[in-house]
């Protein structure tokens, strides 16, 4: 199974690393760093699940259940159609006696104990829960320590006895198996007739309900409902395109670039399905992501823009190619699977109007330094010398965002009549002046010192002469 942790993913994508955009983005990303950390269930790789039932005939040559895994430390092998109809018919209708006691059997949730439950939960048919046996030592070994000692409880098992070729349900007391009975004194008593005890050799085991680790939403379908946002801009990457050609000619680059595409789903229209709060798998992309307990994961995307324009004999231009985020908004209906561990996997009910946002760089476009030819004559003909960038398209729903930020900053510094940084013209004038006003200081200075040592040359002359 292909699963995307988000566990070690941060949101940011390297295009955000441009220092123009850290300012800006800065809260933007520790928001999403911090909500990629996930709760998902690491798979206990000693829980194992068998969906074949053992067979008499292998009880009998007595077949090790682990031999096929040696790493299994529980071992449930699920109850077949047969099994469960002969449960639901000896457990849940009135035969007598036992039907008034309470039969217990244990919940497990990825190999660890995870509750109790009554047989009348399965009777009631609200759930289908995914029922199995494991062997009576196993829980024996792994699951006694957590339970209370002082407890007055029956649970539900199952004994095989070879000789007599006969399976039956049976139940045997909590006392029986927290005191670690030895195997000849055990007993586990047969629901209908109570008449029949087995000792441990006679093949126990034990009910448990195996509760999914995940959910996984699959065969996913769109509602028309989209609801599209557009939210800042991403630099994405600069380049030159260039026109060798002795001819004025269109010509094309592209940038390869790649960002991680956020989804966010909105959990309590998943969970208001009577579902757990359970890490969740989505399908998006033709991949399975893994979103964390708030509903968020990522997917890596990696893709290209492509651009063009007319271009002069033997120029160049610089790019700057622009990605636009925008979130959208969508419904889906979905089937939702649970996921049980080791490979299991079972339908469990179909949703409705979940939702989910998917943030992602929407469209890349090209903003060159300067206009091509063909525009050139137009805008100096309505705008003497007007912006020496020129936005090739412009993106919808551009109103007030980060972008209109850098774009001041950055674009409009090189917008005055040709000068490539006008902002630093009046500097540079006051500048010379200082300059020039210190220099003549200085000259004017040298020619008095000079001066005066002249006239003190000449007075020692003319005292010496004297
Ligand atoms: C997927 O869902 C559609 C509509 O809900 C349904 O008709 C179709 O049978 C489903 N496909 C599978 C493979 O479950
Ligand atoms: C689209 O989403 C925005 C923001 O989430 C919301 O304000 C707006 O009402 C939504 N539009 C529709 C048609 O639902
Ligand atoms: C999630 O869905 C619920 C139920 O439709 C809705 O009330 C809630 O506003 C949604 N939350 C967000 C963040 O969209």
């Known amino acids: 199974m292909a699963v995307y942790r988000s566990k070690t993913r941060s949101f940011g994508s390297v295009s955000f690393c441009s220092p123009i955009f850290v300012p800006i983005l800065f809260l933007l990303l520790v928001q999403w760093c911090c909500v990629a950390v996930t709760t998902a269930y690491e798979e206990n790789d000693k829980f194992c699940i068998r ?63 995870s509750g109790r439950g009554t047989h009348k939960e399965i009777c009631d048919g609200m759930r289908n829960p995914l029922l199995a046996w494991v062997p009576y030592n196993m ?9 209370n000692p002082k407890e007055q409880l029956s649970y539900i098992g199952k004994a095989t006895d070879v000789d007599r070729e006969k399976t039956e349900l049976c139940h045997f007391s909590h006392t029986d198996l927290v005191t ?17 005890f087995y000792g441990q050799d006679a093949n126990i085991n034990v009910l448990v309900e195996i509760n999914p680790i995940m959910y996984e939403l699959r065969n996913i379908t769109y509602l028309p409902w989209v609801n599209v946002s557009t939210s800042y801009k991403t630099l994405l990457d600069r380049t030159v395109l260039h ?48 979103l964390n307990d708030v509903g968020v994961g990522g997917v890596e995307v990696s893709t290209k823009a492509y651009f ?11 790019v700057e190619v622009i990605g636009q985020w925008a979130e959208h908004h969508q419904q889906f209906n979905a089937d939702v699977f649970e996921y049980f561990g080791y490979g299991i996997k079972r339908y469990r009910n179909e949703i409705h109007h979940g939702e989910v946002t998917f943030t992602r760089i929407e469209s890349a476009e090209p903003v060159y330094e300067t206009p091509d030819s063909k525009h050139l004559a137009a805008s100096t003909l309505h705008n003497m ?24 900053e950055e674009l409009s510094g090189s917008s005055h009549d040709g000068h490539p940084y006008p902002g630093f013209y009046p500097w540079f004038v006051v500048g010379t002046i200082v300059v020039a006003v210190v220099l003549l200081t200085v000259v004017i200075g040298m020619v008095r010192a000079w001066s005066k040592i002249e006239e003190k040359k000449l007075y020692k002359l003319a005292a010496s002469s004297a």
């Open 51 to 113: 969906t074949q039932p053992m067979l008499l005939a292998d009880i009998e040559k007595h077949v090790n259940p682990l031999d096929g895994d040696p790493n299994c430390k529980v071992l449930a092998t699920t109850l077949t159609v047969k099994e469960k109809e002969s449960f639901l018919a000896t457990m849940c209708k009135d035969h007598g006696t036992s039907y008034k006691d309470t039969y217990y059997f244990f919940k497990l949730r990825n190999g660890e104990l």
């Open 139 to 147: 829980v024996l070994e792994n699951f006694v320590q957590e339970l």
């Open 180 to 196: 670690n009975i030895t195997a000849d004194l055990f007993a586990c008593i047969v629901m209908i007739f109570e008449d029949n």
């Open 243 to 290: 026109n060798p050609n002795r001819e004025s000619k269109q010509i094309y680059g592209s940038i390869k670039y790649g960002f991680v595409e956020k989804v966010h789903l909105n959990v309590s229209t998943i969970y208001s399905h009577n579902l757990d709060r359970l890490p969740l798998l989505f399908e998006h992309a033709g991949a399975v992501l893994e």
């Open 308 to 318: 063009g324009r007319f271009m002069d004999a033997r120029t160049s231009v610089n």
């Open 385 to 408: 010398g007007g912006n020496k960038f020129e936005r090739m398209e412009m993106a919808d729903g551009e109103n007030g965002t980060q972008m209109a930020d850098w774009d001041d």
